[in-house]
């Protein structure tokens, strides 16, 4: 950044296995200050990739969570305005630009919402409930932090007043039908732990009512039949992320069961 009054920018990435897309991010990263990149232990070309951009430190750290991973980030960050992204974002030109000159402006805000654009196999999902996808991704570190109760679908507490930046992030969520299943069925594991956290015990109510009603109100309410094909996809695999939740939550009470039992 060349101006003198704009806030230095500390760019995070947490990555897995991330050869595919990081090379493209990190080469449009150039008007950061630094990149720190936190890997959970790729065995692919991830760090020797990430180690080709002379502004990116390359730190390995026990993957527990994301918010945990998301917060160990932050702690390693030099500067107090971050710029948090995943692998698999983009940002177009004009949303580049909108940074730059927010942190050359802002005087008022401590976070901004980005909405994002949410893309399938290389297509553009624009229902499915999609189209309200909204998420922190830029904020002063000193006035926010990852809630650490969530494990996944990180929520970010904010201490002052939220700002959102009109451009939208490009998300290229998911690759294939393959990569979304293995993907939702990683995150439906945390969700189990978190409700097994909060003494939650599966119904029947929770096992059948919970799957079909998302399925439904995703694909006619917010309109996912618009979306086509890929619109039943997103709509389905979203539901069975919510079946893995419960059946993962039995087991973790079943297992919880049996150690009380042998006490």
């Given at each position: 950044m060349t101006n003198s009054n704009a806030k230095k920018l500390s760019v995070l990435i947490i990555t897995l296995n991330e050869e595919k897309h990081l090379k493209a991010l990190l080469s449009d990263l150039d008007f950061a200050d630094e990149i720190i990149i936190v890997d959970s232990f790729s065995t692919d070309e991830t760090e020797f990739i990430a180690k080709t951009f002379?502004?990116?430190?390359?730190?390995?750290?026990?993957?527990?969570?994301?918010?945990?991973q998301r917060n160990f980030a932050i702690s390693q960050a030099k500067n107090d305005w971050i710029l948090f992204l995943d692998a698999d974002e983009i940002l177009t030109p004009e949303l580049k630009q909108e940074i730059i000159e927010t942190l050359q402006n802002n005087q008022t805000y401590v976070a901004y919402f980005f909405e994002r654009i949410f893309m399938f196999e290389n297509t553009v999902l624009k229902y499915s409930g999609n189209q309200t996808d909204k998420i922190f991704r830029l904020f002063d570190?000193?006035?926010?932090?990852?809630?650490?109760k969530r494990l996944v679908h990180e929520k970010l507490i904010?201490?002052?007043?939220i700002g959102f930046l009109k451009n939208k992030l490009i998300h290229h969520s998911y690759c294939s039908y393959h990569d979304y299943r293995e993907k939702i069925i990683f995150y439906g594991k945390f969700k189990a732990q978190e409700k097994f956290i909060k003494k939650i015990k599966p119904t029947l109510l929770h096992q059948f009512f919970h799957p079909s009603y998302n399925f439904l109100y995703n694909y006619f309410i917010r309109l996912g039949f618009l979306d086509g094909k890929k619109g039943i996809i997103i709509c389905y695999l979203n539901a069975y992320s919510i079946v893995v939740r419960y059946k993962e939550l039995k087991k973790l009470w079943k297992q919880n069961q049996n150690l009380t039992s042998k006490i």
């Open positions: 002379p502004k990116v430190t390359f730190i390995q750290n026990k993957f527990e969570n994301f918010s945990t570190k000193k006035s926010a932090r990852y809630d650490e904010v201490n002052g007043e």
